[in-house]
């Protein structure tokens, strides 16, 4: 039964509570006051915005080529991005993203060939790109300036968080070290998953902090510059806002992005920030989001008619 209704409960009562305490922090908040903030985004800083979220997704396809030549299997390079960018983009909207990414993953890459076996694989070397490129980030966040934790964790020392993000280094170099000696394997029941060459362990340091930088410049683009803390400060408010978001199951992180932004940025006016998070949503979420849909109708109403053929 938990298996089967747990989790979407538990993402739903989350959005609720951050709706709640979000409310209360911006109930001050007027609908002129967040009309403005929008009229304040020139053109050219929703452009980079949306250059923010085109650059994410392509990093995002490159998860899926690298998951690829990890296995040794050839895809058309087309398919991978349209199957990445639907997977991602529906995923981020629903919540439980490993689950509702891992269909549309199956359905996309079983008509290419690729085992069940294999395509758990490739949706576990995703899951762990990603893990990575945040495990990256958000050591160098807290080793350079540990006080964007301090933001978020009020009370938590600076020397902790600089200590957290050292050890999240080590764990990197860790991993490095493990590709380089080839390892023994990890196995978690029938997935046997081994170590990838260093030349696949270098880009996925490179892909994986790509893509949440792409997306964190989205919020740093629509933020006017007279309130913008800083690239940087941006950046690590997103890593961990965002990776709370995800685990929080929430559909889309409703509710617990804006929370925690809100509740780290108090020198920026409630206003402005919350329109960059519209825009953040709009741009990298919604926008994707019907588009995917449209992808999937499509994909599915072309195999159908072939389905149909003598």
Same mark, same amino acid.
């Given at each position: 039964?938990f298996r089967k209704y747990?989790?979407?409960? $538990?993402?739903?009562?989350?959005?609720?509570?951050?709706?709640?305490?979000?409310?209360?922090e911006?109930r001050?908040?007027s609908?002129?006051?967040?009309?403005? @903030?929008?009229?304040?985004i020139?053109?050219?800083?929703?452009?980079?915005?949306?250059?923010?979220a085109v650059?994410?997704?392509?990093?995002?396809?490159?998860?899926?080529?690298l998951?690829?030549?990890?296995?040794g299997?050839?895809?058309?390079?087309?398919? $991978?991005?349209?199957? @990445?960018?639907?997977?991602?983009?529906?995923?981020h909207?629903?919540?439980?993203?490993v689950l509702?990414?891992?269909?549309?993953?199956?359905?996309?890459y079983? @008509?290419?060939?690729?085992?069940g076996?294999?395509?758990g694989?490739?949706i576990?070397?995703c899951?762990?790109?990603f893990?990575?490129?945040?495990?990256?980030?958000?050591?160098?966040v807290?080793?350079?300036?540990?006080?964007?934790?301090?933001?978020?964790?009020?009370?938590?020392s600076?020397?902790v968080?600089?200590? $957290?993000?050292l050890l999240l280094?080590l764990?990197?170099?860790?991993?490095?070290?493990?590709?380089?000696k080839?390892m023994?394997?990890f196995?978690?029941?029938p997935?046997?998953?081994?170590?990838?060459n260093?030349?696949?362990?270098?880009?996925?340091?490179?892909?994986?902090?790509?893509?949440?930088i792409?997306?964190?410049?989205?919020i740093?683009?629509?933020?006017?510059?007279?309130?913008?803390?800083?690239?940087?400060?941006?950046?690590?408010?997103?890593?961990m806002s965002?990776?709370?978001?995800l $685990?929080?199951s929430?559909?889309?992180?409703?509710?617990?992005?804006?929370?925690?932004?809100v509740?780290?940025?108090?020198?920026v006016?409630?206003s402005d920030l919350l329109?960059?998070?519209i825009?953040?949503?709009?741009?990298?979420?919604?926008?994707?989001?019907?588009i995917s849909?449209?992808?999937?109708?499509?994909?599915?109403?072309?195999?159908?008619?072939r389905?149909?053929?003598?």
């Open positions: 039964m747990g989790w979407p409960i $538990i993402g739903l009562l989350v959005v609720a509570i951050s709706i709640w305490l979000l409310y209360r911006l001050g908040l609908l002129e006051d967040l009309g403005d @903030s929008f009229e304040s020139t053109l050219t800083h929703w452009l980079l915005a949306g250059a923010g650059f994410a997704y392509a990093a995002l396809a490159g998860y899926d080529a998951a690829l030549r990890y296995l299997r050839r895809v058309d390079r087309l398919f $991978i991005t349209l199957t @990445s960018f639907t997977t991602y983009a529906l995923s909207n629903i919540g439980a993203s509702s990414g891992s269909i549309i993953r199956y359905r996309a079983s @008509s290419k060939g690729l085992s076996l294999e395509i694989q490739l576990a070397f899951s762990f790109t893990a990575l490129g945040t495990i990256v980030l958000t050591g160098m807290l080793a350079i300036d540990p006080m964007i934790a301090v933001r978020l964790a009020d009370g938590l600076p020397h968080a600089r200590s $957290i993000g280094l764990a990197v170099i860790a991993y490095v070290y493990g590709s380089w080839q023994k394997p196995k978690i029941g997935l046997r998953i081994e170590y990838p260093l030349k696949i362990v270098g880009l996925q340091l490179i892909i994986g902090p790509l893509e949440l792409g997306a964190a410049a989205i740093y683009f629509a933020l006017p510059a007279a309130v913008n803390p800083g690239f940087f400060t941006v950046l690590g408010i997103f890593l965002f990776s709370a978001a $685990i929080s929430a559909p889309g992180g409703l509710g617990v992005l804006e929370l925690l932004f509740s780290a940025l108090p020198e006016p409630p329109a960059a998070l825009v953040f949503r709009l741009l990298y979420l919604l926008v994707p989001f019907a849909i449209v992808m999937v109708i499509f994909f599915e109403k072309r195999n159908f008619g389905g149909l053929e003598p």
